[in-house]
T-cell receptor, first 109, second 115 residues
């Protein structure tokens, strides 16, 4: 069982559409991170959320940390083909970092 | 960009042979990690290091060992490779243990195939 459950696992949409992906857990975290990974490369950090209820915006990407600090969402407005990639959430668990299995997003032109 | 390199980038080996993957960083980061990435599982932690000669097991450590004799190098060894260890392996580093600076920087990955 994954510590962090991400949904959906796959998402294919047309350019210009909006989408939301989710990261859920039964555990409480002091912080949670979102990474994006492109084919053939390592993940790259997008954002870290720390406070329950926190909302952070990165251009067309909006990240929210749940009030109870157990879950998070990533909303993309007007998706573009350049947003295509694997989106991973991650959180510290004791001394190590745990990742969700990811949401693989494809944005078609 | 944290200046992380991994070698080799691709390797094909046979079951039962030993394999060593190398991670090299130029940022003087204290923490280093080895992950494997498989479809449907995301990134799973194999081993990590919190300083020279200080290492600990991660979620999927069976069949793997690590060594860190210098700050900049973290080696992952498969003593006797098995087909279940076919995967893409990522090294990562992190500079400081506090919630503001806990970003991990990843290397480009090593694709290992065990026949």
């Amino acid at each position: 069982t994954q510590l962090l459950e991400q949904s959906p696992q796959f998402l294919s949409i047309q350019e210009g559409e909006n989408l939301t992906v989710y990261c859920n857990s039964s555990s409480v975290f002091s912080s949670l991170q979102w990474y994006r990974q492109e084919p053939g490369e390592g993940p790259v950090l997008l954002v870290t959320v720390v406070t329950g209820g926190e909302v952070k915006k990165l251009k067309r990407l909006t990240f929210q940390f749940g009030d109870a600090r157990k879950d998070s969402s990533l909303h993309i407005t007007a998706a573009q083909p350049g947003d295509t990639g694997l989106y991973l959430c991650a959180a510290h668990n004791n001394n190590d970092m745990r990742f969700g299995a990811g949401t693989r997003l494809t944005v078609k032109p | 960009d944290a200046g992380i390199t991994q070698s080799p980038r691709h390797k094909v080996t046979e079951t039962g042979t030993p394999v060593t993957l190398r991670c090299h960083q130029t940022e003087n980061h204290r923490y280093m990690y080895w992950y494997r990435q498989d479809p449907g599982h995301g990134l799973r932690l194999i081993h990590y290091s919190y300083g020279v000669k200080d290492t600990d097991k991660g979620e999927v450590s069976d069949g793997y060992s690590v060594s860190r004799s210098k700050t900049e190098d973290f080696l992952l060894t498969l003593e006797s490779a098995t087909s279940s260890q076919t995967s893409v392996y990522f090294c990562a580093t992190r500079g400081r243990w506090d919630q503001t600076y806990n970003e991990q920087f990843f290397g480009p990955g090593t694709r290992l195939t065990v026949l």
